[in-house]
């Protein structure tokens, strides 16, 4: 955090989600949901790292919360945290679709940036999550835009941000996971299998 220079914060949880389809997105909570599909796509874990750090700089700069006042009326979101007890605000901060929450082009860019720098103090080349971005665009172009969830579906198109990232990228870093702490992660997301059957010898 230090070398960083990220604002102190609480523990930030990361929740691993059985789903079909690649995603990350952050929590009021300073929390962080990733689901297996998403960590599937990685091929490397500084493609991992650098979705996870974009997503910490979301919780650093208050993205999340200035989505959910835009979604809900900052009348509203003000009246319940200075007080106000009405059951239609209640349930109208409750029904907050967080994961759909979609930020704006100057939120994503200012993520963009700011978890880069996470990554050049911590030493982990840029070119990790440059390579993801490649993937979303592919995966947006197979699936098509109206089914592509949050990070996804973000702009500036993943192609111009794969640009910026590689930009940036630093050659001769270490990986940010060895090779055996990458292969617990693939594991523990339902990868085992897919491993073995890439490690299996091919039959006769």
């Not at 930030?12 to 599909?37: H, K, M, Q, Y």
Request: aromatic fraction near 6%; hydrophobic fraction near 45%.
């Amino acid at each position: 955090m230090e070398r960083s220079n990220v604002a102190e914060r609480d523990e930030i949880w990361i929740t691993i989600a059985d789903a079909d389809f690649p995603n990350a997105f952050a929590l009021p909570d300073n929390s962080i949901v990733v689901t297996d599909e998403l960590i599937g796509m990685a091929e490397q874990p500084d493609e991992l790292i650098g979705v996870l750090a974009h997503e910490i700089a979301h919780i650093e700069h208050n993205h999340i919360m200035k989505n959910v006042i835009r979604q809900i009326g900052a009348g509203i979101f003000f009246d319940v945290v200075f007080g106000g007890a009405g059951a239609g605000q209640a349930i109208a901060i409750a029904s907050v679709n967080l994961a759909g929450l979609r930020y704006s082009r100057d939120d994503e860019s200012d993520a963009d940036s700011r978890g880069m720098d996470y990554l050049d103090a911590a030493g982990i080349s840029t070119a990790g999550i440059a390579a993801m971005f490649d993937r979303f665009q592919a995966y947006s172009d197979d699936e098509g835009a109206g089914d592509i969830p949050t990070m996804l579906s973000t702009h500036p198109a993943s192609r111009e941000r794969a640009i910026a990232a590689r930009s940036r990228a630093r050659q001769g870093l270490a990986p940010s996971l060895s090779e055996r702490d990458w292969r617990i992660v693939q594991q523990a997301c339902g990868g085992a299998d897919r491993l073995n059957q890439e490690e299996a010898p091919a039959a006769d």
